[in-house]
């Protein structure tokens, strides 16, 4: 599958291009592995991201899906919005990522 042109830090330049088949490939070439519970954390997000119009916090997130933070920076081993907004196909978190 070929991949959309990404920017400088992986993300779709353009986010309308954005299938799940495409959030996969993109993870897959970056060498992350998305289990069912880090697919969930996408779909949440994109859901987060379409109700509300923005990208949440990790604290607020983390309430939203009832899914502890710690657990959540185990699971992604790195800032857990950082990867979920990348391979969901939606903007940068801005803050603390």
């Known amino acids: ?7 400088g830090d992986g ?9 799940p088949e495409i959030g996969r ?8 592995v998305l289990d ?4 969930t954390h996408i779909v ?7 109700e509300f119009g923005v990208v949440p916090p990790i604290r607020k997130f983390a309430k939203f899906i ?3 933070q710690k657990e ?3 699971l992604w ?3 857990p919005m950082k990867p979920i907004t990348k391979y969901g196909g939606l903007p940068k978190p801005t803050g603390c990522v």
């Open 66 to 68: 009832e899914f502890d």
């Open 44 to 50: 949440k997000a994109r859901e987060f991201y379409d």
């Open 36 to 39: 069912d519970v880090k697919w």
């Open 11 to 19: 993300y779709l330049v353009d986010r309308d291009a954005w299938t």
């Open 25 to 32: 490939a993109m993870a897959d070439t970056d060498g992350v």
């Open 1 to 7: 599958m070929e991949i959309p042109q990404r920017d």
């Open 77 to 79: 081993m790195t800032g």
């Open 72 to 74: 959540m920076f185990k």
